[in-house]
């Protein structure tokens, strides 16, 4: 089974997940309460799943939420940046405005 640290797609780690506890697609669907083929997308990084079903696939598979969330979110926004030459840039520009907002909050 591949470690799962060097997985690089969330939808990848749900799967992985899901084969090492060797639970089929259909029963974490129903858990879920959508369809296997909506499940089978997740995998394949076709469909994104809710905020809510993070959470709940972090429950199913006892796999830590806020390592789950981080899996999430940096796969969404390395999704939507990758292609740009100035996608580094972008990431520095985000860190610095994330530590503005919360020096702001303070």
């Known amino acids: 089974m591949s470690n799962l640290k060097t997985i690089s797609s969330f939808g990848g780690l749900i799967r992985e997940l899901r084969k090492k506890q060797m639970l ?5 669907a129903a858990r879920l309460d959508i369809d296997p083929s909506t499940l ?7 469909r994104r799943p809710t905020l809510e079903q993070v959470s709940q696939l972090a429950s199913i598979f006892n ?4 390592e ?4 999430y979110f ?5 999704s939507r940046i990758e292609h ?23």
């Open 84 to 106: 740009l030459p100035i996608a580094d840039q972008i990431l520095k520009a985000t860190e610095n405005k994330i530590k503005q907002r919360k020096n702001n909050t303070l």
């Open 40 to 46: 089978g997308k997740m995998e394949k990084n076709t």
């Open 68 to 71: 789950l969330m981080i899996h």
């Open 74 to 78: 940096s796969d969404l926004i390395a």
């Open 63 to 66: 796999y830590p939420a806020e």
């Open 24 to 28: 089929p697609l259909r029963k974490v």
